[in-house]
């Protein structure tokens, strides 16, 4: 309700005004009467009306002054003057200092009346526009903030925005941020939590409120912006160098009250990440590939920690030091004879050594993980498996972040890999026979001996003319091209893993005649032994 303060020298004309109008109905109130100048100063600090009522002439302060005096106090004070018959003069004035309305005496109700219903309804018009105004600011001030967290989504879809931007303040213009030319750090909460059904409102919820408790412990900062895309939440910080060296602290301070949330939601875990501080805005896209890195550190030290990249071990390790070609050979090889066991304790054992790489990080292990998938995914492309290979990449990829066990992430590879053996092999109808299979597997244990059809036909218990048709008809190879296939893949091991002069190589693959082996060797490489060696040592 609307306050309203009656100010007369007169009490009589007081206890009028009062009786004359039934003010709840107008949404009104009296806050109080006063009957000289003075004291209606003292009651106007005291009561704040909305609504004054005011002779023109009374002791101590007449009304001119006191509007003046009381628009100084609240300028948004409604004035109705009470005039007599000769003080039009003062009538007049007063309009100029913007009273709302002015009625003669004798009052009449319906003057009054009509001059309180005229305030009201500008009164409620001014309110309606002043809502109006905070809800298009509200609105404007969501869509800017809308737009600047879509700064990290839009980097995280197209790396290559950054080239548009010549400085900051092009960013700045674009996306309603406001940063400085002087350092970045990225900062990111990944929520790990259960995905079963039913947990997609948990999950906002604990999304939102990651994001509302990192907004708060990053207000010390120049300018942050924050984003959140599938578990992850990502925070762009801007500020000086030296400010953005306590960002570790304020992960720590995060990752306490977001731990908190584990006496509601045990099954929730948290870990955070901080990409390295660059100086310039345009390395900010290097930022993303740093908390990747960082997240993988998981495998090793596992949940509820804070990674940062720029405390990571530099590994000195490369890839080819543990899938080397020898390694591959043999994967294919179990993988083609459905040696399951085989290949699990090749991948077990693989594990085992990078566990005991000193140094080792975890990026380093997602490198070598993704080589195995690499070598299984040319398997199945090699035998013509019909399966999505897109698909089985992306699964498997995503899984390597469940782990925090180096063992278990090679355990489920090496499952996964089997699953889909037996199942090509079971039920695809698989296209070569017992005799082929085991055929294949003396071959690629024996090729370094003197292999005949004969032999081999003896070995897998056929007559050898039928072996021979059998082998061509489900290998799409005669026995002579996939034995000369197999020894000259192990030559080129040899020949890029040993320093065995040729002629030795040679002997060692099943070739008894140099001459031929050079012969084969460049028909199935395209160059020489000698050229292949210097090439790929």
């Not at 101590?60 to 948004?76: H, R, T, V, W, Y």
């Not at 207000?219 to 992850?232: E, F, L, P, R």
């Not at 109808?429 to 244990?445: R, T």
């Amino acid at each position: 309700m609307l306050k309203v303060l009656i100010i007369d020298d007169e009490e009589k004309v007081c206890r009028l005004i009062q009786c004359l109008i039934d003010w709840e109905s107008l949404g009104l109130q009296i806050a109080g009467f006063c009957h000289d100048g003075m004291a209606a100063l003292d009651k106007i600090k005291e009561t704040s009306p909305d609504i004054i009522i005011t002779d023109i002439r009374m002791p101590g302060c007449d009304g001119l002054a006191l509007i003046k005096a009381a628009q100084e106090f609240n300028p948004k004070i409604h004035f109705i003057i009470i005039s007599g018959y000769g003080q039009f003069d003062y009538a007049q004035r007063a309009i100029q200092y913007g009273v709302s309305d002015y009625i003669l005496k004798p009052i009449k109700e319906k003057e009054l009346k009509g001059a309180l219903i005229s305030i009201v309804e500008k009164q409620q018009s001014m309110e309606s526009h002043k809502q109006q105004d905070e809800a298009i600011r509200q609105e404007l001030n969501f869509t800017q903030e809308r737009i600047k967290s879509n700064f990290i989504s839009d980097l995280l879809l197209t790396p290559q925005l950054m080239r548009t931007f010549h400085s900051a303040a092009d960013i700045n213009r674009a996306y309603y941020t406001d940063f400085t030319e002087s350092a970045f750090s990225f900062i990111c909460v990944f929520l790990d939590t259960p995905s079963e059904n039913g947990q997609a409102l948990v999950n906002d919820f604990l999304l939102n409120k990651a994001a509302g408790i990192i907004e708060n412990e990053t207000k010390q900062y120049h300018d942050c912006t924050i984003a959140v895309s599938g578990s992850y939440i990502y925070c762009l910080v801007n500020d000086g160098a030296e400010k953005l060296s306590l960002l570790y602290q304020t992960m720590k301070n995060i990752r306490g009250a977001l731990l908190a949330l584990k006496e509601i939601f045990p099954e929730l875990h948290v870990i955070l990440l901080q990409s390295g501080i660059k100086d310039s805005f345009e390395d900010i896209p290097a930022c993303f590939g740093e908390i990747n890195s960082a997240l993988c550190e998981k495998i090793l030290s596992g949940n509820d920690a804070i990674y940062s990249y720029s405390r990571l071990p530099q590994c000195k390790s490369h890839i080819a030091d543990f899938i080397t070609p020898t390694f591959r050979n043999q994967y294919l090889t179990c993988a083609e004879t459905f040696q399951y066991e085989a290949l699990k304790e090749q991948l077990s054992s693989l594990a085992d050594r990078l566990i005991h790489l000193v140094p080792v990080t975890g990026e380093f292990i997602w490198q070598v993980y993704k080589e195995l998938i690499s070598l299984f995914l040319f398997f199945l492309k090699q035998h013509k498996i019909d399966v999505s290979l897109e698909e089985l990449t992306n699964k498997w990829y995503d899984t390597f972040l469940s782990f925090t066990s180096v063992l278990d992430a090679f355990h489920y590879l090496a499952e996964e890999h089997c699953l889909l053996l037996e199942d090509w092999r079971s039920h695809k109808k698989k296209s070569q026979s017992k005799a082929v299979l085991a055929a294949k597997q003396y071959i690629n244990e024996n090729y370094a001996k003197g292999l005949t059809l004969e032999l081999i036909g003896q070995e897998v218990g056929l007559n050898p003319s039928y072996f021979s048709n059998i082998f061509k008809k489900e290998t799409g190879n005669s026995f002579v091209d996939y034995l000369t296939d197999i020894r000259i893949q192990n030559a080129k091991n040899l020949l890029t893993e040993t320093d065995l002069e040729i002629i030795e190589v040679s002997e060692r693959t099943g070739f008894n005649d140099l001459k031929y082996f050079n012969r084969c060797f460049r028909k199935i490489t395209g160059m020489t032994p000698a050229a292949y060696r210097k090439l790929f040592s």
